[in-house]
């Protein structure tokens, strides 16, 4: 790859997927780069991972998602989670294709969305690498069934009200029947494939 004093070269033609992933580990890791990158026009059908980096400039809240099967309950971290309607009250999520958890959230009638406050960073990893402890997690059993995790920003209980095809992902509609208001935190933030938090502007 181009260089110069050690740096990435910063021009719009960068050649291929392997040269924009090496550019982006750079700057990822290098936070004294001083030059605004550029990473200029492309087809994102044929650049999935400049797409995905593209997409990932858009910071989210993080949510982990339950739902409970035969075996115990189930957690999935989503930042996907979105509002659709406030009448009737519907949010969706969007859980990927090639999750091995999948099947336990396509098929479930009921769930529980928690909405993480910055104290919950490594919940939340915890639950995208499927290595969460349900027995070191304070939660219960909410009236629609689903876990409740205790601590949650707010806790959305629903049931299943529609599932869509999403390309690779699947889009998963639902109907909040109830809602537990938590504490007033510092939310927990996702961009660019990390983790942070929030800092208001004071007036």
């Known amino acids: 790859m181009p ?3 050690g740096k990435p070269r910063c021009d719009t033609k960068i050649r291929n997927e392997a040269e924009r992933y090496e550019i982006a580990l750079y700057l990822r890791f290098h936070s004294d780069f001083g030059v605004r990158f550029v990473m200029g026009a492309f087809d994102p059908a044929g650049d999935p991972f400049g797409f995905r980096h593209a997409l990932g400039q858009f910071a989210t809240g993080v949510t982990v998602v339950t739902t409970m099967t035969p075996d115990g309950p189930v957690g999935f971290t989503a930042n996907s989670f979105a509002s659709v309607s406030l009448d009737p009250p519907l949010v969706m999520w969007c859980p990927s294709k090639s999750s091995r958890r999948l099947a336990p959230f396509r098929d479930a009638a009921t769930t529980a969305i928690h909405v993480l406050p910055a104290r919950d960073r490594d919940m939340a990893a915890a639950f995208t690498r499927h290595a969460a402890d349900w027995g070191a997690i304070d939660w219960q059993a ?14 959305f209980l629903c049931r299943a009200e529609a599932t869509y095809e999403g390309g690779d992902h699947l889009i998963l509609v639902s109907r909040v029947v109830e809602v537990l208001a938590g504490e007033t935190l510092e939310p927990l933030v996702f961009h660019g494939g990390r983790y942070g938090g929030f800092d208001p502007e004071r007036r």
Do not use: M, Y
């Not at 909410?142 to 806790?155: D, F, K, M, Q, R």
């Open 3 to 5: 260089r110069d004093g």
């Open 142 to 155: 909410g009236s629609n069934g689903a876990p409740v995790i205790a601590g949650a920003l707010a806790t």
